[in-house]
């Protein structure tokens, strides 16, 4: 190709947002609907600000260009540096002020590690899925959707660890088979069909009995405690609720494409579903770690029954 035209090939266009004072690397534009791959077409009412075939590099130079990810990307960037500041407080201050064991560190690590790994992974997919190879694409959605399971996993441990301090039967029983479920579930995620329309419903059952596992140890917690009328249960019971109530309204959200469904064009950079989704997730991950917090102070200060030494 002539030097001429390779240059005008290079030509930096903005979709029709051209005006934006954004300074753009050479060789990334947007892209309507209509113009990306078939790959890309996930959301038709997220109209314009698609950045589409590029190389790594700009990928990854595209994080500083104004695109209908951007939200997406940040969100999540902020939300591992969250947690991972969160992490650096806990070890610092929080842990050492509550008299932490050696165990409530390891558990601690396990769950913001999980957090940290489902952002980074979500970052990772929304930076690489405009890559001009549908493999590349495809990988990171998957690593996306495995990273979902790794947080999940990172809300199961700190919460399964506290829920059943005393009762090292349970705890076990429910860390080991939690783990084994997380494990099956990142396995067929990880597998070629997953991704496949065939699979889709498949993949929706998956996500829902990973995230309603939950209410069987829940159940027995109350159970094993004495009911809704005991006091530990009246105290923690309803964090449990907001928590499902933040992960219920974020699923249903990004299921339903709400509210740029009926505004397609108008939530193409700001306040579409999926970033709504990306927000909520951080809250649910960190309403989790301060309950944890909140339910290992508790343990501390109220020794199991016959294990007076404990904490
Ligand atoms: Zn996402």
Known sequence: MPQKLLKSAHYIELGSYQYWPVLVPRGIRLYTYEQIPVFLKENPYITDG???????????????????????????????LLFFLLGVNDMATVLPLSGASGEDYVIYSVGLFCFQVCMLCSVGYHLFCCHRSEKTCRRWLALDYAGISVGILGCYVPGVFYAFYCDSFWRQVYLVSVLALILAVFSAQVHPHYLSQQWKLLRSAL???????????????????????ADIVQVFFPRV???????????????????????PGQLNYLGASHQVWHVLVVLMFYWWHQTAVYIMNYRHKNPCPGHATRG
Do not use: D, Q
């Open 50 to 80: 698609y950045r589409a075939h590029l190389p790594s590099k700009l990928c990854l130079k595209s994080i500083f260009v104004l695109s209908n990810e951007t939200v997406n990307i940040w969100s999540h960037l902020l939300g591992f």
């Open 207 to 229: 996500f829902c009995s990973v995230a309603g596992y939950g209410v069987l140890p829940a159940c027995h917690w109350v159970w094993l405690n004495g009911g809704f009328g």
């Open 241 to 263: 609720m907001v928590m499902y109530l933040i992960a219920a309204s974020a699923f249903v959200f990004y299921i339903t494409k709400i509210p740029e469904r009926y505004f």
